[in-house]
């Protein structure tokens, strides 16, 4: 199974393809747990009336329920179409806006926020500015929310594993016999320690949610489309890849699979 986590030197050229099928990203990506809002009020500050900077919102799977929560949300999104997706499904919301334009580049408002979050988008930001960003962007006190979301092992876990050989045949940067982890040895101390090294926050706090989801044949392929990883395959190697996998669940899994997530939620308030 292909590891969709981006080397450095691909970072800025992967994340670039969730732009390109906006609409696909918006219904085929899952949202994220109840009980994570609850953990961002209760830790982050992201409660009704608190002021809300996400770097990275895609189409709004986090923003749209913030903001549904009282929060006033500013969220920063670089790919125009995701953008677009973002603010029409914000448009109830009167108090959340959606800027188009690089978090990297962007230039901080005068009044800071109460939280800055980024939900499945830290990694692609670049290491160099998102901490001490983050860090100038908040209030004294003020919480730094990074939500990372993995595949670990459970589900369909003999699908999982007879998928590697479809991988390893039209893939050849996969890595043999590549396999989900446990979620116990899924290991949050990189982000803690990258936090710590900037010295404008306290100890991380970290919160885990793990869920099963099951897809049919053509929802799992729709969510595979999604990925950086699966988007950059040229086009001769994605298809023979798509259609391997879609008959091995079609041929020996009944035309569904589930797929279980590990979500960690990691909190680091600014000294």
């Known amino acids: ?116 979050l980024a939900a499945t988008a830290f990694h692609w930001i670049d290491p160099a500015v998102r901490v001490v960003k983050a860090a100038d962007a908040l209030r004294p006190g003020g919480a730094l929310a990074v939500v990372r979301t993995q595949h670990v092992r459970g589900g369909t876990e003999d699908f999982f594993a007879e998928a590697q050989a479809c991988y390893e045949r039209f893939d050849p940067a996969t890595e043999p016999g590549l396999r989900p982890p446990a979620a116990a040895d899924v290991d949050g101390s990189d982000h803690a320690v990258e936090v710590a090294r900037s010295r404008r926050f306290g100890p991380t706090l970290f919160r885990r949610y793990e869920r099963d989801l099951t897809y049919t044949t053509a929802e799992y392929l729709d969510l595979l489309m999604t990925y950086s990883g699966h988007r950059a395959l040229p086009g001769p190697a994605r298809g023979g890849l798509l259609g391997c996998l879609g008959a091995l669940i079609d041929g020996r899994y009944g035309g569904r699979v589930t797929k279980r997530y590990l979500t960690e939620l990691a909190v680091s308030h600014r000294r």
Request: aromatic letters at 6%; charged letters at 30%.
């Open 1 to 116: 199974m292909r590891d969709d986590r981006p080397a450095e030197g691909l970072r800025v050229r992967l994340a670039r393809t969730f732009d390109e099928d906006a609409e696909r990203y918006d219904r085929a990506r899952p949202g994220y747990p109840e009980r994570m809002y609850g953990d961002l009020a209760r830790l982050a500050g992201a409660v009704p009336g608190s002021r809300v900077l996400e770097m990275g919102c895609g189409t709004g799977q986090a923003t749209v329920p913030l903001a549904a929560r009282g929060c006033r949300v500013t969220a920063v999104e670089q790919g125009a179409r995701m953008a677009a997706v973002a603010r029409r499904r914000l448009a109830a919301h009167l108090d959340a806006e959606v800027v188009t334009a690089a978090f990297e580049g962007w230039e901080l408002p005068a009044q800071p926020y109460d939280t800055v």
